[in-house]
Every structure is written in structure tokens, then in C-alpha cells.
């Protein structure tokens, strides 16, 4: 996995590979002697009309776990399959990526998720023959998109978001009207390996965002508090 061929901007995320630690990016590591599930996802930067972009999915609305949360495409592995094989396989099954116009320039080390044991391996790539993407599964996928990196690091899209449950986490509002979020595992990796980079800055004052009522799953809203989001409408204003 070279990175001979990655254009100057992704330089450094090839760099970043050499030396950041799970610790960097979650404070879930695999268990020592633990049996996780194993899956990987690619985290697919490309470059389109607006510069260099990301490719994320968001989940089907009607999904048993994480309805409607933004992710990179991925999956479990399958026998035989190690973890790049089974990211670029899950990424042309999900979105219509060819698997031959990826290179594979690096891997991040295994994260846990603890509710559901997976220890999951985010496998970098860089599209250098972008195509059309498509949503490919649609009873996996609502709606692909490749999302420019300056639009993740504009403050202007930087959120709090608020769980069901009470606690905050970090998030960014993406897509063609920016109504769409990103948090969770995948918005955290993006948070935290842009921070390494030095691409994103710190907003402890983000404006504060629920999760719409499709991402909770059922799940109650113990937070039922109304707050309101002056904040978010001025910067969209």
C-alpha cells in the first residue's frame, strides 16, 4: 500500500497512518483475547467539481440498528476476506465504486464498537478513476454522497448533537441543503482524525441539534427539553 501516486492533499492523512494510535481516534480499543466480529469500511476520499470530497452513505430509514445514520460504506467480513478486501467489496455492493479504481494506500487501527462487538477497521483509499455513484441496496442505503472536505471543516456545518438519552457529541450537517447528520462512529472518526491533521478546529459552542425522530429507532426521548437552535438559524441565515 504506496502512496506514490495520492495528490499533495492527501499527503499528509498517508503520514497520519504511520503514527496515529487507536487512542487518537476512540477510547474503545479491542480487548486483548477478545472474539470481536470483524468488519471493515473505506473511508474513500475522492476529488470532484468542489474539491477533494469524502464518500459516505446514509443508512435506510426503516433499518433495525442505526436507521438513517450517515456511515462509510462497509460491513462484516466474509470468510477468507481480510479487511480491504472486504471494504472495497462492501463499497461496490452499497455504492457502485469500482473496487479497480481505488488504491488502497492504508489502514487505521481496529476500533471497537462494545454493544455490538465488532472491532472494525477503517481502510483508506483514494479514488483516483472516480465514476458514478449509485444507490446500489437500496433496503442498505437511503442516498449516497460525496461530501467536500472544506464543507466538513467550514464551522458553518459543525454541530452538537443531542441524544435520546441526554448526552452531546460532536457532529456536522451535510448534503445538498446541509439538513442531513453526521455523528455517531463515523462522524467521530472524521472529528478526530481531522483534529490529528490540524484540519478541523475546536467549536465548544456549536449550535445544539436533536436527532430526528427516524435515527432514534424506537428508542424514547429522555431529553425533552426545548431548546432553541438561535444559534444554527442565524449562521443559515
Known amino acids: 500500500m504506496s502512496g506514490s501516486a495520492l495528490p499533495e492533499w492527501l499527503q499528509p492523512v498517508r503520514e497520519a497512518a504511520d503514527s496515529i494510535t487507536v487512542h487518537d481516534l476512540t477510547r474503545y480499543q479491542v480487548p ?52 480491504v478486501a472486504a471494504a472495497l467489496r462492501e463499497a461496490w455492493e452499497e455504492t457502485g465504486v469500482e473496487p479497480t479504481t481505488v488504491e488502497v494506500f492504508a489502514t487505521l487501527p481496529d476500533l471497537w464498537l462494545p454493544p455490538s462487538n465488532f472491532a472494525v477497521t477503517p481502510v483508506l483509499g483514494w479514488w483516483h478513476e472516480p465514476g458514478p455513484l449509485a444507490v446500489v441496496a437500496p433496503d442498505e442505503v437511503h442516498a449516497v454522497y460525496r461530501v467536500p472536505l472544506h464543507e466538513l471543516r467550514d464551522p458553518e456545518h459543525r454541530i452538537t448533537v443531542l441524544g435520546p438519552a441526554g448526552w452531546r457529541s460532536p457532529g456536522f450537517l451535510i448534503g445538498e441543503d446541509h439538513d442531513v447528520i453526521l455523528w455517531g462512529f463515523t462522524g467521530g472518526i472524521i472529528a478526530r482524525l481531522f483534529e490529528y491533521l490540524g484540519w478541523l478546529e475546536d467549536i465548544p459552542e456549536a449550535p445544539e441539534r436533536d436527532l430526528p425522530d427516524y435515527m432514534l429507532g424506537g428508542r424514547p426521548r429522555l431529553n425533552t427539553e426545548v431548546r432553541p437552535n438561535t444559534k444554527f438559524e442565524e449562521r443559515r441565515r
Not at 477478545?34 to 467539481?49: T, Y
Not at 430509514?61 to 462509510?72: E, T
Open 32 to 83: 486483548e483475547g477478545a472474539e470481536a466480529r470483524r468488519s471493515a469500511v473505506l473511508v474513500l476520499f475522492g476529488e470532484g467539481e468542489q474539491g477533494p470530497d469524502l464518500v459516505l452513505t446514509e443508512r435506510a430509514h426503516d433499518m433495525r440498528s442505526h436507521p438513517g445514520q450517515v456511515s462509510f460504506p462497509g460491513g462484516s467480513l466474509d470468510p477468507g476476506e481480510d479487511a
